[in-house]
């Protein structure tokens, strides 16, 4: 593994009464900073993403069937986050960063308790409500206490729900609609007005866990083909070594582990353009933490052309481009370059203006 110069600045502006809340996607961890844009008003987080008590996790993980050990777990979790917003007093709201419809049996009625707004993010769980009859009736009974409660609300990343089929969507005035967070530890590698030196290697990168709903195989030959005919541009591609497939150790690229979270982020920051693909039933109404990540470190994207994805790429500037077909990927490459060597990073510092906790809080307000 090649080594990367370390030029991940950590951000002044992280709370520090919340550094040690746990996300399930570090790249929302800027939304922590909304207290200091909400006057005198006070928002408390929760997060699923608790350590398990060892006697729990020792029996769920001795269950044979490994579907209800996670079950049991992600019940306790959702219990866990339920119990600590009743002893949270001393704010006016709460905002869980993740919930599962199919986990909010006892988790609702302890939020309902606390008497406070209650902000839930939902990340793509309607979208799964829609084949998994279990997560609808979840999505129903979470409808229920949005109806019951005038407090609770519902956060969607990028856009409105209006896209999906009706049954999965949520009653308009319970919803709030914010973009996807920045990540604010992580920065673009060239300044405002700094462009590529004429001799620069263009580094195309393929990063993140490679897994079902995010097939790379497509991606890979046409990426091959194409640096065949453009020795301007080398291949990287970054992924935990502990589920790489053997298949990657006969690319013609340059691989890094990216297990550890620095050197994941110092990954995307030496990437000039990334490209993704995603399977559409699990993305087409869900926002791309790796875009995020990426484009926060000054990525140029080039990604599968799914709703939530291309408004992250396009708002409030855009910074990349989608595709629906594998064979554009020659030409969004080509406008990807002759972009970065025209314009640098600059617009990626723009996109930035409207994704930040500041930004996000003016959209929270009218609800508290």
Not at 158 to 177: G, R
Not at 282 to 302: H, L, P
Not at 344 to 357: C, T, V
Request: net charge neutral; aromatic share 10%.
């Amino acid at each position: 593994m090649t080594s990367l110069e370390p030029t991940i600045t950590q951000s002044s502006q992280t709370v520090n009464e919340h550094s040690q809340i746990q996300l399930f996607h570090e790249g929302l961890k800027d939304l922590l900073n909304l207290n200091q844009y909400l006057g005198e008003k006070k928002i408390e987080f929760l997060s699923i993403e608790t350590p398990l008590p060892l006697w729990l996790k020792n029996f769920t993980q001795a269950i044979p069937v490994y579907a209800v050990g996670l079950h049991l777990r992600r019940e306790y979790r959702h219990f866990a986050m339920g119990i600590r917003a009743l002893k949270l007093k001393k704010c006016d709201a709460l905002l869980i960063f993740e919930a599962y419809n199919q986990h909010l049996l006892l988790l609702l009625p302890l939020l309902a308790l606390t008497g406070k707004e209650i902000f839930i993010m939902l990340h793509g769980n309607q979208q799964f409500a829609i084949h998994s009859q279990l997560k609808y009736w979840g999505l129903l009974y979470l409808k229920l206490y949005l109806k019951l409660f005038k407090r609770f609300k519902v956060i969607l990343l990028e856009l409105n729900d209006d896209i999906l089929p009706t049954k999965v969507q949520l009653p308009s005035a319970t919803k709030i609609i914010i973009p996807h967070p920045l990540r604010n530890d992580v920065f673009p590698r060239l300044k405002s007005g700094e462009r590529l030196t004429e001799n620069t290697s263009i580094k195309i990168g393929i990063v993140g866990m490679i897994r079902a709903d995010k097939p790379i195989g497509k991606i890979l030959e046409k990426l091959q083909k194409y640096l065949q005919h453009h020795s301007e541009c080398e291949l990287i591609i970054g992924t935990p070594f502990g589920q790489k497939p053997a298949y990657l150790d006969q690319i013609n690229a340059q691989i890094y582990d990216t297990t550890k979270e620095q050197d994941y982020l110092q990954l995307l920051q030496q990437i000039d353009i990334l490209v993704i693909h995603y399977d559409r039933d699990r993305y087409y109404y869900r926002t791309s933490g790796v875009i995020s990540d990426a484009a926060s470190c000054g990525c140029y994207i080039i990604a599968s052309d799914y709703p939530l994805i291309k408004q992250q790429i396009h708002y409030p500037v855009t910074i990349g481009s989608t595709f629906t077909d594998f064979d554009e990927l020659e030409n969004l490459i080509n406008n990807a370059i002759a972009h970065l060597k025209t314009h640098g990073q600059d617009y990626h510092w723009l996109w930035r203006e409207k994704r930040n906790a500041e930004s996000i809080a003016s959209l929270l307000l009218p609800s508290l």
